[in-house]
């Protein structure tokens, strides 16, 4: 997707920090769990061992400054990573605890994403949904993405 200038993110995100993984990989297990997606994680182990794949280079320089997490009183509701990968911007992560989606949390962490990264002098974010996921490809079409081969 091609970026322009978004607004700034909503209240209620902030940016991650690596104090996160622990409460992050329990709502990335809850929120993968029942979907399309759910293998690609296992469990709140394989969710742990993900983020500090992402954290660690595994899918591009992690862009800590482009990553966020959106809190609900105090504690993370969702969380949006981002690396580079192959000189662009990749939504590694994306991901909304079940008991708050369809109220615009991963909506507005790709805002946010795609508004950091704007200023940052980036002007693409890229990523990769599985076929199968009509949530997030849903969300994704609303947002503009366009799917490539």
Do not use: C, K
Not at 104 to 119: C, E, F, I, K, S
Request: hydrophobic share 40%; net charge neutral.
């Amino acid at each position: 997707m091609r970026l322009g200038a978004p607004p700034p993110p909503p209240p209620g995100l902030r940016p991650f920090t690596a104090g996160d993984v622990p409460a992050l990989a329990a709502l990335m297990w809850d929120a993968y769990r029942g979907t399309p997606d759910e293998a690609d994680v296992g469990d709140v182990q394989g969710a742990v061992r993900e983020i500090h794949l992402t954290m660690g280079g595994e899918y591009g320089a992690f862009l800590p400054q482009g990553s966020f997490v959106a809190d609900y009183e105090d504690r993370p509701v969702g969380a949006a990573l981002v690396t580079l990968y192959r000189d662009l911007p990749l939504l590694a992560f994306l991901f909304t605890a079940p008991t708050h989606g369809g109220r615009g949390v991963g909506q507005g962490l790709v805002q946010a994403v795609m508004h950091a990264l704007a200023v940052q002098g980036h002007d693409t974010l890229t990523l990769a949904v599985t076929r199968r996921n009509r949530r997030a490809r849903r969300l994704y079409d609303r947002l503009g993405f366009i799917e490539t081969a």
